[in-house]
């Protein structure tokens, strides 16, 4: 069992930054992938981003590519989302995710292969 835990959400400008940090607890951080998702309203969930176990290979939604970098901390057991240059269309709750799944390349992409799930926060950007 996983434990997470997101912040760092709040109300933004557009083009303003925010950092969302998801701390972990339970068993061995290290051990999942992590993924970081959002849900605005009336849409569906989508992924965000996503970064393996020990770090390294990463994924990112095209929306947000070159704009938002995810990173991790194995020894603080804890995932980021580092969000730049954000737009009004970016306004979700952001959710963080753990995956025990293990993949020779790439990073868990989808909800269904996310077994833990934070409670979410709230990133607001306005026009």
């Known amino acids: 069992q996983v434990q997470l835990a997101e912040s760092g959400g709040g109300l933004v400008q557009a083009g303003g930054s925010l950092r969302l940090s998801c701390a972990a607890s339970?068993?061995?951080?290290?051990?999942?992938?992590m993924g970081w998702f959002r849900q605005a309203p009336g849409k569906e969930r989508e992924i965000v981003s996503a970064i393996r176990r020990s770090s390294g290979s990463t994924y990112y939604a095209d929306s947000v590519k070159g704009r938002f970098t995810i990173s991790r901390d194995n020894a603080k057991d804890t995932v980021y989302l580092q969000m730049n240059s954000l737009k009004p269309e970016d306004t979700a709750v952001y959710y963080c995710?753990?995956?025990?799944?293990?993949?020779?390349?790439?990073?868990?992409?989808?909800?269904?292969?996310?077994?833990?799930w934070g409670q979410g926060t709230q990133v607001t950007v306005s026009s």
């Open positions: 995710a753990a995956s025990s799944r293990t993949y020779t390349v790439g990073t868990p992409r989808y909800s269904y292969e996310y077994s833990y």
């Open positions: 339970g068993r061995t951080f290290s051990s999942y992938a």
